[in-house]
């Protein structure tokens, strides 16, 4: 079963009809797949998880990942799904695939932040491109929009990520660009003023490598 927790006009709610369904003894092992839009609180996430398996936040734009699930709940064998699910399936199992060949463009005023993830960008066959502030990263974009996604750090002088995001974001051509938001405080808002600037996505420094190719893969998945 996949579940969103934001069921309309149905007089129960996602949570109830979880624990209801659940309470009947004859579903005690059906395996529940939580997909949703809202961003859920520990105490939510807490409630769930004594019913459901997974629980996948639709934001992330995620749906090679719900089959991804679904597919290993049901036990299904690869071979015998359609040939485009089974690309998808493929795509999403070789990371390399979906980064290899994508061009981005590193935001940082930190020449060391900068090394660092264009050496392990790079190790996954991606092309790299960097600015050391965000007149420069929008003054590159205007000279070569040929980028398919922007690791923007927050904190930066003169004008930050928000205010370039914001900028890049004013472009036509770049109202569907992945931008990823890098900022080395977990303040609490952080999120949102992200998202609110434009970003497409948030992740906290020191950049987890796993965490963040995985925001790539689903960014860049097409």
């Known amino acids: ?7 309309k006009n149905s007089g129960m709610s996602g949570f109830d009809l979880l624990e209801k369904v659940k309470s009947d003894p004859e579903n005690h092992d059906l395996p529940i797949i939580i997909y949703t839009g809202t961003e859920l609180s520990p105490e939510d996430e807490t409630r769930i998880k004594k019913y459901a398996e997974t629980i996948i936040v639709k934001d992330v734009k995620s749906p090679e990942r719900l089959l991804d699930e679904t597919a ?19 795509h999403l199992h070789d990371a390399d695939s979906v980064v290899a060949g994508k ?7 930190d ?15 991606m092309y790299v491109r960097f600015a050391e502030n965000g007149k420069q990263a929008i003054e590159q974009l205007k000279e070569d929009p040929n980028v398919d996604a922007v690791l923007m750090d927050v904190m930066m002088p003169e004008m930050d990520g928000y205010e370039t995001t914001k900028a890049i974001r004013a472009m036509d051509q770049f109202k569907a660009l992945p931008i990823i938001a890098l900022t080395a405080k977990a ?3 952080d999120r949102e003023k992200c998202i609110a600037a434009g970003a497409s996505d948030y ?5 987890d490598t796993d965490q963040l190719l995985s925001l790539l893969r689903v960014w860049l998945y097409r």
Do not use: C, W, Y
């Open 103 to 109: 061009s981005v463009l590193v935001v940082d005023d």
């Open 203 to 207: 992740i906290t420094k020191p950049v």
């Open 187 to 189: 303040m609490k808002g």
């Open 1 to 7: 079963m996949v579940l969103d927790l934001g069921l």
């Open 72 to 90: 290993l709940f049901l036990h299904r064998i690869e071979a015998k799904l359609p040939e485009q699910k089974r690309k998808m399936l493929e």
């Open 111 to 125: 020449v060391r932040n900068i090394f660092s993830l264009t050496s392990m960008l790079e190790d996954h066959g």
